[in-house]
């Protein structure tokens, strides 16, 4: 079963001359229970992706669904009990005057669910922080800790996708691992569907099970996760990614 399928997804700002097309006929499924990452460099596209599928753009053109439900462009507030997003800066998506646990009780307040304190407190656990940091403030807690924040307040709804924009770009190279390596357990906990976007192929071999390319608003190829450690992208741009990758270090591509 395809989770969020996306067919001849159009998008451009502007009007006249100034028009400019961001998005050319995207075309993307991904399973239920999948991990799938949107790659390419700044500006390919990825990011727009998933603002579309969450609401935040509502003139595209095209056809998104997730878990079989069409995606319109004034969205239902029971969207959002489906599909949640995780943002690439955790202090920027945090209001810094709120503590963590208004932060988390503010989604189950606007859907009318009861219970809030205790579910607060369970979606914490969850993330690995305990009851300890519910009436702190963002300022207050590391880049890790607020981006765990962060991804509670995702799940607290209980969404079946996540989307995850960058979600360790923003954090010391210490802290990473133990987030992507959070983010697979409760994939596998919870049975969540991820669409990732990352410009990091070591974030995508971690994590996702395959993999898009974008390149200036297109999605040139789609392939396993596996196949960039062993050399088996086809397209012209996607070997350059692997190739940039492996000149850093970044990635694990095998000799």
Wanted: with cysteine.
């Amino acid at each position: 079963m395809s989770m969020i399928e996306i067919a001849g997804l159009n998008l451009s700002f502007g009007t006249g001359a100034a028009l400019n097309a961001v998005l050319h006929d995207v075309d993307l499924r991904v399973a239920e229970g999948e991990a799938f990452g949107l790659v390419g460099e700044s500006g390919s596209g990825k990011t727009t992706v998933l603002r579309c599928l969450a609401g935040q753009y509502q003139h595209w053109s095209g056809q998104l669904r997730v878990a079989g439900q069409a995606v319109t462009r004034k969205l239902p507030l029971n969207h959002y009990r489906t599909v949640q997003m995780v943002f690439q800066d955790p202090y920027a998506s945090l209001h810094p005057r709120y503590t963590i646990d208004a932060a988390l009780q503010e989604p189950l307040r606007i859907h009318g669910i009861d219970g809030r304190a205790q579910k607060v407190s369970e979606i914490l656990r969850k993330v690995g922080l305990n009851d300890s940091f519910r009436f702190r403030y963002p300022h207050q807690l590391s880049g890790g800790q607020r981006q765990r924040v962060a991804i509670a307040r995702a799940l607290i709804l209980r969404p079946r996708v996540l989307l995850l924009d960058e979600p360790t770009s923003a954090l010391d190279v210490s802290v990473q691992a133990e987030i992507l390596n959070l983010l697979a357990d409760l994939r596998r906990q919870e049975g969540l569907t991820y669409l990732m976007v990352t410009h990091d192929l070591a974030v995508v071999a971690h994590l996702c099970d395959r993999l898009a390319v974008m390149q200036q608003g297109r999605v040139v190829e789609t392939l396993d996760s596996h196949l960039l450690a062993s050399d088996g992208a086809t397209h012209a741009y996607t070997r350059l990614l692997v190739q940039a990758s492996r000149d850093i270090q970044r990635i694990p591509i095998a000799v």
